[in-house]
């Protein structure tokens, strides 16, 4: 299995090593041999090759079963200098949905306790749609007065994000799923993802499926997250729909993310590279390591692989372990431990079980 390590910025220099340590140590006890293979990228990768997305490793990534991504500090970059830009990974690499758990913990404070949910979000299209399109924008301004923005919804964006929904559900306790959606409004956009779902929902007798109206669903998140278990939706409601996941557990120290295509994923946390606090060591490795979980349990079904699952389930066990016993925690989930310390624990608690 061949996975890449691309640090990102800022605390990305800090919580990978860390989730990194983590999986090694899983794969070890699980017999699994994986292919490391550390790139450049970001300001890193601009340093060495004067970009910050430079060609080896675009084509280093083609080969690859997927990849670990860092957090990528772009708002800091120079502007109107085009060596210095996001990364469009994404789009280049066809990854179509993001993984977005929520999962509160006992001894930690969040606004709900015994949360266990996840968003699916389409990341191929949407709203958020100006890095997707091949010339042009997605938005633009006629004149001072006037913004417009376009939103886009294809049969087969919507049918694959409901898939994957789907697919999640089945490796979930509760096997639910729910589509978000706004169809009385925008009849055309959300009918027509709406209607992916159903036909999906069909394949899937042994999923629980309902909908629910955007909105709606965003308040019973923040008033009772405990009614739902896989949420999927479009671009942008996905985007707000997980952070609002995030902040009921916590916050985005706990928030894991996984972008998934049909042969590759990418493990990337949802919390942003943090510049204020890096180089501190107190950045949580929390989210990173669970995203990488996460990469290895998806690249083990989708390959059938059950020492990468196996993998999966050690690290998801050593983490629910740390944070269950509240020994070894930073400082925004209520420990006083060093990045270090915690991955150091998480390791430990691996080899442990």
């Avoid at 006890?29 to 910050?52: F, N, Q, S, V, Y």
């Avoid at 169809?183 to 027509?192: A, D, I």
């Avoid at 196996?310 to 990045?339: F, H, Q």
Wanted: net charge positive.
């Amino acid at each position: 299995m061949k996975i890449g390590i691309l640090l990102g910025d800022d605390i990305g220099l800090e919580v990978v090593p860390e989730a990194v340590k983590v999986a090694k140590a899983a794969a070890s006890k699980a017999g699994l041999d994986i292919d490391w293979r550390p790139l450049p990228i970001a300001k890193k990768g601009h340093e060495e090759h004067g970009t910050t997305f430079p060609e080896i490793t675009q084509k280093t990534l083609y080969d690859l079963d997927g990849w670990i991504l860092g957090p990528v500090g772009h708002n800091a970059y120079p502007r109107n200098n085009p060596t210095w830009f996001f990364p469009p990974i994404r789009k280049k690499y066809e990854l179509f949905a993001a993984l977005r758990p929520s999962k509160s913990f006992p001894n930690n404070k969040s606004v709900h306790k015994d949360v266990d949910l996840a968003t699916v979000r389409e990341i191929s299209e949407g709203m958020m749609y100006n890095e997707k399109v091949i010339a042009g924008a997605g938005e633009f301004r006629p004149n001072d007065e006037i913004a417009i923005g376009m939103r886009v919804v294809t049969r087969k964006g919507a049918n694959r994000v409901a898939r994957e929904a789907f697919e999640y559900a089945r490796t979930r306790k509760r096997k639910m799923v729910t589509a978000a959606h706004k169809e009385p409004v925008y009849k055309q956009v959300c009918g027509m993802f709406a209607e992916e779902c159903r036909k999906v929902a069909k394949e899937y007798p042994d999923i629980e499926y309902n909908e629910g109206l955007i909105d709606t669903v965003a308040s019973k998140i923040a008033m009772d997250p405990h009614r739902y278990d896989v949420i999927v939706t479009t671009n942008q409601f996905g985007d707000i729909l997980s952070d609002i996941g995030a902040g009921v557990v916590g916050g985005l120290g706990l928030a894991p993310g996984l972008c998934v295509g049909e042969k590759q994923a990418m493990a990337q946390c949802t919390h942003g590279s943090a510049p204020d606090i890096a180089g501190k060591g107190i950045a949580n490795p929390y989210a990173m390591t669970i995203s990488t979980q996460m990469l290895l349990g998806w690249l083990g079904r989708k390959h059938k692989n059950d020492k990468a699952i196996k993998a999966s389930e050690l690290m998801l066990a050593a983490a629910e372990k740390v944070i269950g016993d509240g020994k070894v925690l930073t400082g925004d989930i209520g420990g006083n431990a060093k990045t270090a310390e915690m991955g150091d624990a998480l390791a430990n608690a691996v080899a442990k079980l």
